[in-house]
């Protein structure tokens, strides 16, 4: 039997990434950062972010902050056009080298930092501008360049094209190395997820799976697991939940099953969610910061 609760806190969901890489640091849309430990908060400091959307960032073993990726600052985000507008901060709240002009759009899940499978310097920066934008890119960030500051490289490469979701995300795939970057696309009825797989060759290209709810959702949020066997994907003017195991070797998805297609009284939207560690809760909060937890 699947319960409803209404509490009234905020869910903030992170990759889960390995020992060699960490989520100790997050950065927040005003500036703000703030540094975790084992038992709590470390510190707290400024970051360069100004921006409306999405926030990304990568940590060390350690904690200590090696980089960050950010959407259109504010400022630039009032301008008419906002295309191509992020950027890429080095461990010293500056703009890395070849890190202006990221393609983003100010939505909220369209970064992703992903460590280069057998590589320490090298990582990808996945944008995906989401809602308004027609392209899903990378961008290669090599921390041996600039006594470990950072230099960007094949800034903006396209991968697809088409109105991506606002709700990319990545799991680790089932060799504890590679990784699987999965998104949705709207503008169309559909139910088709595409995923492309890095490896240590680079990017894979893009394949396609149709399984679920026949949507035309641009608020799509792609939400895994802590070990990335379960996948929800929550649907916002839908109004609707849905669930489904993934296999981290094949990148398949299957065992599709539906927690919500918009009943109750009054019916539920949704903004974002997390799953909880044992993958029994789902848990997810509305436009009023309300979060309901859905067992399993």
């Known amino acids: ?57 990568i940590s060390d073993s350690l904690g200590n902050l090696l980089f960050y990726a950010t959407a259109t ?23 890395m080298e070849g890190g202006d002009s990221i393609a983003t759009v100010s939505w909220y899940r369209e970064l992703l930092i992903l460590p280069w499978p057998d590589s320490v310097n090298k990582f990808v920066v996945i944008s995906s501008m989401a809602t308004s934008g027609t392209k899903i890119s990378y961008s290669i960030v090599d921390l041996s360049y600039n006594n470990g500051l950072g230099k960007v490289f094949d800034k903006n490469t396209v991968i697809d094209t088409g109105n991506i979701c606002d709700g990319i995300t990545a799991i680790r795939h089932g060799n504890g190395r590679d990784w699987w970057i999965l998104y949705k696309k709207w503008f169309f009825n559909n139910n088709i997820f ?37 996948i929800v994907g929550l649907c916002n003017s839908s109004m609707s939940i849905e669930k489904f195991s993934f296999d981290r070797c094949t990148g398949m998805l ?34 009023w910061c309300s979060r309901i937890c859905i067992s399993n």
Request: hydrophobic share 35%.
């Open 1 to 57: 039997m699947r319960k409803l609760i209404l509490l009234c806190t905020l869910c903030l969901s992170f990759l889960n990434l390995n020992a060699q890489f960490t989520n100790l640091n997050w950065t927040f849309g005003d500036s703000c950062g703030i540094k975790f430990n084992a038992t709590g908060i470390d510190s707290i400091y400024r970051t360069s972010v100004n921006a409306r959307g999405s926030c990304a960032i």
């Open 194 to 230: 595409y995923k492309i797989l890095l490896t240590p060759q680079g990017l894979s290209a893009v394949s396609s799976q149709n399984i679920g709810l026949n949507l035309n959702e641009s608020f799509y949020r792609l939400i895994p697991s802590k070990d990335g066997n379960v």
């Open 254 to 287: 299957n065992n599709h099953v539906v927690i919500y297609n918009g009943t109750g009284n009054p019916p539920y939207s949704f903004w974002d969610g997390a799953i909880s560690p044992n993958s029994r809760f789902f848990i997810c909060y509305n436009h």
């Open 73 to 95: 600052d504010v400022a630039l985000y009032l301008k008419t056009s906002t295309i191509n507008r992020g950027r890429i901060y080095n461990r010293q709240h500056s703009v």
